[in-house]
């Protein structure tokens, strides 16, 4: 993995720990900072997308109409690059849409240090093996993907939200919650409005110091998990390129069944 491309839809909300790994690997990543109007460029120099959150939905396309571009993008590098993706939070949500998932606004919104439960298709899957049963992290989100695209495989969930993780094909990947965390990610994310209010929705007054301190305790463990999942990831990507074969993809694009 020498070449990545990362798509951003806010600045606070960038690799976060993942860049310490790819400055230790001497990774050349290049960030596209679509909310301020950057343009993609051509995804053929890069050996993986890794795809962040972002305060806007997916269905806001009249709002934010760079989401068609980047939809239009994440098609083009899984059906027809058939490269490894990775999409957090709100990539996790583009990936279901852009191939003909559906997504939707959840009842009651997943934000704090909580837990999701792998499948058992996750104790051999190239990208969450190591990571056991469950998987603490930090998730910050009001909608989830109720659809899943063809040729989906779940891979974790929650009491909340059906889709934690989900894999499309073998090299494509979403996860709905973060493991990226560093010792400022929530206070960075606390300082934006709406993230601010939807905390306080939640978790009530003052959480955003309570979220913090408890993101700080746990960030020995999580930042071990984001280095398993990051191995991983590095080693799906050198895999990909050696092998020069495609992924399994079932080519009709479409929702499957709901898996709630």
Known sequence: MKRVLVFQHISIEH??????????????????????????PSLEPYDALIVMG???????EDKFPWLIDEKRAIREWVIERRKPYLGLCLGHQLLADALGGKVGRMTTPEVGMLTVE???????????KG??????CLQWHGCEVTGLPKG????ARSPACAVQAFR???????????????????????????YAESLEQCCGR???GRLDADAKTRLPALASNARQLYDNFKALVTASKKSGKPSRWRTRVGPEPDPH
């Open 206 to 208: 003052g959480a955003l």
């Open 168 to 194: 499309v094909g073998d090299r494509a990947y979403g996860l709905q919650y973060h493991v990226e965390l560093t010792d400022r990610t929530v206070a960075e994310w606390g300082a934006v409005p709406i």
């Open 15 to 40: 690799p976060g720990i993942f860049r310490e790994f790819m400055k230790a690997d001497d990774v050349i990543w290049d960030a596209i900072e679509l909310d301020e109007g950057e343009q993609i």
């Open 118 to 128: 792998t499948t058992p298709e996750a104790k051999t899957d190239a990208l969450l």
């Open 131 to 136: 990571l056991g049963p469950t998987i603490d």
């Open 54 to 60: 972002g305060p806007m939905d997916v269905f806001e």
């Open 152 to 155: 989906s495989t779940v891979l």
